[in-house]
């Protein structure tokens, strides 16, 4: 059986010019492998292991950890995450180890990672085949829920005619997607 269990709910609020409010987005994929996607800020150690116990889970129980992108609000709690595997900017690191891929690594018969450049040119997505349908963990691909134009997530994208693709890309397979800053939400076709 599996499930997708959104940890802790992202959110991105710009105070200035120059500053930002944020936290990443952190989901928990329970299946044959337990995956992370996204480790959010450092100092949500606390609740990240508040949230897993909830789900009968200890950090050591985590298989994969997938960091969609390196922004350190998505990455800053990789160290509770001691037994697992990290995918990331086209590789998978299991200790000092690293193999590469081109386009996509297979976790497991449901949930892989692909490659979806443009807010940085190493971002991944996470896609997973669940009972309702395709969910995709984009990460920063997609800011939140409100950001279906874009205008949001331009502003901070490294080379936004290849977010665009991703984007295009990731909402023909999707039927949900869990941004990197905010609720899922259902894609209309």
């Known amino acids: 059986m599996m499930e997708i269990k959104i940890l802790i709910e992202g959110y991105s609020e710009e105070i200035s010019e120059d500053k930002v409010e944020a936290e990443g987005t952190i989901t928990l994929v329970k299946s044959t492998k337990n995956t992370i996607i996204d480790t959010g800020n450092v100092g949500s150690a606390k609740k990240i292991i508040n949230e897993l116990s909830k789900e009968n889970l200890i950090p050591?129980?985590?298989?994969?950890?997938?960091?969609?992108?390196?922004?350190?609000d998505h990455i800053g709690n990789n160290g509770l995450f001691v037994n697992a595997a990290f995918i990331g900017f086209g590789s998978v690191c299991r200790g000092d180890k690293f193999d590469f891929f081109d386009g996509e690594f297979v976790i497991n018969?449901?949930?892989?990672?692909?490659?979806t450049p443009g807010h940085s040119m190493l971002d991944v997505s996470v896609i997973i085949k669940t009972d309702k349908g395709i969910v995709v963990a984009a990460g920063d691909i997609f800011e939140n829920e409100k950001?279906?134009?874009?205008?949001?997530?331009?502003?901070?994208?490294?080379?936004?005619?290849?977010q665009l693709e991703s984007r295009k890309k990731l909402l023909e397979i999707a039927d949900y997607i869990i941004p990197g800053h905010g609720k899922m939400f259902k894609v209309e076709k």
């Not at 050591?60 to 960091?67: K, L, Y």
């Not at 018969?109 to 490659?115: A, F, G, L, Q, R």
């Open 60 to 72: 050591e129980d985590i298989d994969f950890v997938v960091n969609t992108h390196g922004d350190l």
């Open 109 to 115: 018969e449901n949930v892989k990672v692909v490659k």
């Open 147 to 162: 950001d279906q134009d874009g205008s949001k997530a331009k502003k901070w994208s490294m080379n936004w005619e290849k």
